[in-house]
Structures are given as C-alpha cells and as structure tokens.
C-alpha cells in the first residue's frame, strides 16, 4: 500500500528514467519511474524513502507563502535578491527601471482609474520577462564555456512545479521568475541545467559536473527549496 502525505502523490512513467526518483515540490510529491518497472517495486521505493519524503513536505509546507499583491505605492518587489518598493507614475509612455531604490513603472498618463492595477501588473511581468531573459542567456553563455557544453537553443517559460529543463535534443528552458532570486541561485540553476547536456541524469557524475562550477550548490538548492513560494508576482 502506498503510503499518504500531506501533499499529493503524482508518479509519472515515462522511458526516458532508468531508475526511480523523487522531487518534492511545492505542488506535491513527484515520483518518476521507468515504465518497466512494476507497481509493486515503485511502491516499495516509496515506502522505503517516506520518512524522508514526510520530513521534505513538512519543510515545503513550512515555507514562506506568497502574500496577496495589491500593486500600489511601496509594495516590495524582488529581482536578483533584492528588495525593492513599487513607485508608480503617470507619463507618457510605459516603462519600468529601477531608479533610486525603487522599482519605477510608469503608466500611461490617459490610463483609467479601474485599469491601474492589471496595467502595472502586465508591465512587471513583461520587465520581468525581458530581465530573466537577458540575463539567464547570457549567464548560460558564460557558464557553457566552463563545462565545454553548447545548448541548443535557450527558451524562457513559466513552469507550475519545477525552474527549468533540459531536453533530449539540448534545448535549455528556465522559468522567469528565478530572476528574482540572488544571483548565486541564478547560477546555480543555470549550471544544474547545463550539465544535463554531459549527464542526462542525477548521478554522483553529474553532481560532481555540478559541484565543480558551483561548489557551494547545496547552499544554492536549499534556499530555492526553502523561498520558492515567495518567487512569484
């Protein structure tokens, strides 16, 4: 029998794992098996990893939640690690910077009263975007040089349980909002990705690709685990 936890249990199959894994996200439980495998050896892992999987949702449920956005006038805003408050302001045109401590949107002068709040809200997600986007290429251009590896192609997205991926054919996803995580954990999921293209797998190879760009990556991990929720507009 399969044992219960306070987050749901999803197990995925596909052809594309040779051994059993599992990832606990803020979403639920992942398990993802080699279709060969027969129900009764998945649940086996299972039960043989619950107290560990028991203590990693317990940390997940602990964590830190996203509070509710209001979008107005000193709300804090995060892009690589640091705070900022909204300054919002009706000009011209749109933009958003930072300026003086201050995430600065600008609106146009003509917006309505009732369409203030979506319009600032579609601008940060938009500067968000361009930002994570500028910034995860090029710091997966730098960091591919180090492990002598070449992606196939870069590609931002947005993900429900998980901050990125690598493709089969070497194709590098990454979901924006890490851009508003400290530039280490930026890093951090930037080469956990890249050394896929050596080891498409999580093996003590593949951890040792990783360490020897980031040695400090398990710092890196666990406060992406431990902020995640908080990672979101």
Known sequence: MIPEFDLPLVILRTNRKKTVSIEVTPLNVKVSAPKRLSNRVITDFITERSRWIEKTVRLQLEQPKQKTRTWSDGEMFAY???DYPLRIKKE???VV?????HLDVEIPRETLKFEEKQTVKSLIAAWYKQK???TLITRSFDWSKLLKVEPASIRIKEYKSQWGSCSVSGI???DWRIIMAPIEVVDYLVVHELAHLLEHNHSQKYWRH???IIPDFREQQAWLKLNARTLNI
């Open 80 to 82: 690589l690690g640091q």
């Open 172 to 174: 590098i996803s990454y």
């Open 210 to 212: 990783v360490e020897t």
């Open 132 to 134: 994570a986007s500028e």
């Open 92 to 94: 011209i045109r749109s």
């Open 97 to 101: 910077d930072i300026d003086d401590g």
